[in-house]
């Protein structure tokens, strides 16, 4: 029980020394209204929520999704690379390939990629 206690006290007594230590070593920053208050989606958050919304922030929010999504389809794709006959594999992956491509070529001819107008 012993053993228990003093484990305990040196437990506590480092995190505190810690806890200590990086408030003493931390950097310290003058908070404005700018810099404490949150950025969400290129407006403020504490105004009237019923402005209009900039289309913008989420075209690219699907494209992101769009190629997260890509990446999901593709890593059991080249998992599956010895189990599957080679030209096979090669074949639908450069259709899959072919087809992510020809839609990233379109979203940027369209001016999907765009930030500016």
């Known amino acids: 029980m012993l053993v228990f206690i003093m484990f305990l006290t ?26 404490s208050s949150p950025f969400e989606c290129g407006f403020d958050p504490n105004s009237n929520s019923r402005l209009p919304f900039s ?3 989420f075209l690219i929010t699907v494209i992101f999704l769009i190629f997260d999504v890509e990446i999901i389809f593709l890593l059991p794709f080249v998992f599956s690379f010895p189990v599957v006959d080679v030209t096979t594999w ?17 979203e940027w001819k369209a001016g999907a990629l765009e930030w500016t107008l």
Do not use: D, H, Q
Not at 10 to 29: C, E, P, R
Not at 90 to 106: N, Q
């Open 10 to 35: 040196t437990l506590l007594l480092i995190s505190a020394f810690v806890m200590i230590l990086s408030l003493i070593l931390a950097k310290k920053t003058i908070f404005s209204r700018e810099k």
């Open 55 to 57: 289309l913008r922030f």
């Open 90 to 106: 090669f074949i639908t992956g450069s259709i899959f390939l072919l087809v992510l491509l020809f839609g990233l070529l379109y």
